[in-house]
Nanobody
Framework: QVQLVESGGGLVQAGGSLRLSCAVS????????MAWYRQAPGKQRELVAS???????NYADSVKGRFTISRDNAKNTVYLQMNSLKPEDTAVYYC??????????????WGQGTQVTVSS
């Protein structure tokens, strides 16, 4: 069974920083694009950033210049460095990845989510 486990969320003051991690475990054969999404109360889930195996990245306009997505392919882990945090960044952050299991199937997997709260 494939699992994605996030860590690094918490409560920070505006202007502060957090680093989220998402580690993939299980009998996986390969991981394609990995991404971070977030969902604030009463709002739709939105894409924050994505990264390909080769390191190509995409960011939501709202986080460009403040957030950085990266990955360590050897560790099957994706990171989200969040700087200059604002109260509007408050949300549950979810890790997502396209994964091929040892059974041979491609699928999209989601982490359980980690809460990020930014106080003013």
């Amino acid at each position: 069974q494939v699992q994605l486990v996030e860590s690094g969320g918490g409560l920070v003051q505006a202007g502060g920083s957090l680093r989220l991690s998402c580690a993939v475990s299980g009998r996986i054969r390969s991981i394609n694009t990995m991404a971070w999404y977030r969902q604030a109360p009463g709002k739709q889930r939105e894409l924050v950033a994505s990264i390909t195996p080769g390191g190509s990245t995409n960011y939501a306009d709202s986080v460009k210049g403040r957030f950085t997505i990266s990955r360590d392919n050897a560790k099957n882990t994706v990171y989200l460095q969040m700087n200059s945090l604002k109260p509007e960044d408050t949300a549950v952050y979810y890790c997502n990845a396209a994964i091929k299991t040892q059974a041979g199937w491609w699928n999209n997997y989601w982490g359980q989510g980690t809460q990020v709260t930014v106080s003013s």
